[in-house]
């Protein structure tokens, strides 16, 4: 894992501990994120997995672009929701 990859990784894990401390209004939309991510990865990661299986080139990596393009989204969107609930008083 590169040194970049690991960065988004320990961000990732950061927002999830702040969203973790914030009130329940905050953490239900986190949720929804989560829930949100789990259905896109599980759908994505499928997908690789077929292409994979079809070219013949063996298994999917976990740095494959596009799975890292989507851990990217849902930091951005963790971002994105303890930035407006500080800004809205939530927080």
Known sequence: MSDNEQALEQEIIALVRQVESAPEEVADLAADIAEQWRHQH???????????MVEGTGEVD??????????????????????????????
Do not use: C, I, K
Not at 42 to 52: K, Y
């Open 42 to 52: 599980d759908a994505l990661w499928g997908l690789l997995n077929v292409n994979a």
């Open 62 to 91: 976990l740095q494959h672009p596009s799975l890292v393009a989507l851990r990217m989204d849902v930091r951005d969107r963790l971002r994105n929701l303890l930035r407006w609930a500080r800004e809205s008083g939530r927080m």
